[in-house]
């Protein structure tokens, strides 16, 4: 038996343990078995302390940890951070791309606008020029969360729970 503080943390936090097992994308017999002191996996431990707000080092007292659990927290965090830095630099890089095309596209579209010599048509690419830039917030938006979210989640499961997932 390991002694642990997820009950103390789940109970701080105002969470069930089906709900703390939904966040944490784990079963509810994982969270009852966790806080009946049964060991658990270097990723159930980083799922879990991701749903809670807190690193794996704060699921144990510190006073009571012997080198063997000391070692397999410190590669837990090692783990988690590694997939956080890739995570971050992959969001990065889908931010910039995208930033960059669609700046790429807009200039290419108001680049036409010289060549348009209708007025109606020329009013029409105007107005949807701007409504473009409008809607540039709200794709990306929609992007991250139907598209390169899941397959984020996926490649790096350590970050799943994690709220600071996409934050630099």
């Known amino acids: 038996m390991i002694e642990n503080k997820i009950k103390e943390l789940?109970?701080?936090s105002h969470q069930s343990q089906e709900q703390l097992a939904e966040k944490?994308?784990?079963s509810v017999r994982t969270i009852q078995r966790l806080e009946a002191g049964d060991d658990a996996s270097i990723s159930t431990l980083n799922l879990v302390a991701g749903a809670l707000g807190v690193g794996v080092g704060d699921l144990f007292p510190h006073t009571d940890t012997t080198q063997e659990q000391q070692a397999k927290i410190q590669s837990a965090d090692d783990q988690l951070q590694y997939q956080l830095q890739a995570r971050h630099e992959e969001f990065r890089t889908f931010k910039h791309l995208y930033n960059a095309v669609f700046i790429i596209v807009m200039m290419a579209w108001g680049a036409l606008f010289p060549l348009v010599h209708n007025d109606i048509y020329s009013s029409l690419m105007g107005i949807l020029w701007i409504g473009a830039w409008i809607?540039?917030?709200?794709?990306?938006?929609?992007?991250?969360?139907?598209?390169?979210?899941?397959?984020?989640d996926h490649k790096f499961p350590?970050?799943?729970?994690?709220?600071?997932?996409?934050?630099q």
């Open 10 to 12: 789940r109970a701080a």
């Open 158 to 167: 350590l970050t799943i729970s994690r709220v600071d997932k996409d934050k």
């Open 24 to 26: 944490a994308q784990v």
């Open 135 to 152: 809607m540039m917030g709200p794709l990306k938006n929609w992007l991250v969360i139907k598209k390169v979210d899941p397959k984020l």
